[in-house]
């Protein structure tokens, strides 16, 4: 994988990606750092994980990411961080996502946004104490009884906005199935959406459709107990 984005990674870049799995890259003309977590080391089941990385910071990668941040308030950067498991999963330790949440809270005003996947589904994750946003992107994947999806997200300037796309499994045609956009900071448009699912109706329908992705299946078999866990 690391050789494959031989375009993208300069080459101390690289050699930290193949070694521990992260890395991290400046984006010069948009001052910004992307930072990319290597969260497998804090998945309660990788067994590799009990057996070479026991201590509360497995491969020093929380200490490696202070640093990062705090480059990007010495050189003016705003950071994108990203990862597969996102922070709160309750398969993910819950000391390293404590460790996790107090570095991104020191460093909160740099943070533009964080993207993650691993559930399959589409949803997010607001942390109201560091004012921060988990965006968690859909799968390709289908065993979860959903259809193939992607998503596209586009930072420029001031406005933040991403596309979901989903494939249509008789057709196999991709279509649009909906645009998110928001021109404040992220936690405040998300906070706002927060409300509006708790409040309207029609916005609870909308987005449990979009968390398990228009699937007729998931939506139906999801009951008020269900909506609640959602």
Same mark, same amino acid.
């Given at each position: ?28 003309d948009k001052k910004l750092m992307v930072i990319a977590l290597n969260t497998n080391i804090a998945y309660l089941f990788n067994v590799w994980r009990l057996m070479y990385y026991p201590d509360a910071d497995p491969d020093g990668q929380l200490a490696w990411l202070a ?40 460093? @909160?005003?740099?943070?533009? *946004? #964080? ?7 589409? %949803?997010?994750?607001? +942390? $109201?104490?560091? /004012? ?28 933040? @906005?991403?596309?979901?796309? *989903? #494939? ?7 279509? %649009?199935?909906?645009? +998110? $956009?928001?021109? /404040? ?28 992705? @228009? ?16």
């Amino acid at each position: 994988l690391a050789l494959q984005w031989l375009g993208f990674l300069d080459q101390t870049e690289k050699l930290q990606f193949i070694r521990h799995g992260r890395y991290k890259h400046i984006v010069p003309d948009k001052k910004l750092m992307v930072i990319a977590l290597n969260t497998n080391i804090a998945y309660l089941f990788n067994v590799w994980r009990l057996m070479y990385y026991p201590d509360a910071d497995p491969d020093g990668q929380l200490a490696w990411l202070a640093d990062a941040l705090a480059l990007c308030d010495v050189d003016d950067l705003q950071a994108l961080i990203i990862g597969h498991h996102p922070p709160g999963e309750r398969d993910l330790s819950a000391q390293w996502t404590r460790q996790f949440l107090n570095i991104i809270g020191r460093h @909160s005003p740099r943070i533009m *946004m #964080m993207l993650f996947g691993h559930t399959h589904l589409d %949803s997010f994750r607001v +942390f $109201n104490k560091e /004012r921060l946003v988990s965006i968690v992107s859909p799968s390709m994947a289908t065993w979860t009884e959903t259809p193939p999806c992607y998503r596209i997200v586009d930072v420029n300037g001031e406005i933040t @906005s991403h596309e979901t796309y *989903m #494939m249509d499994l008789e057709s196999g045609q991709w279509s %649009s199935e909906y645009t +998110f $956009n928001c021109t /404040r900071p992220l936690f405040e448009c998300y906070d706002d959406y927060i409300q509006e699912i708790k409040s309207n109706d029609s916005v609870r329908n909308d987005f449990i459709k979009h968390y398990f992705k @228009s699937s007729v299946v998931r939506i139906a078999n999801c009951t008020e107990k269900c909506q609640q866990k959602v």
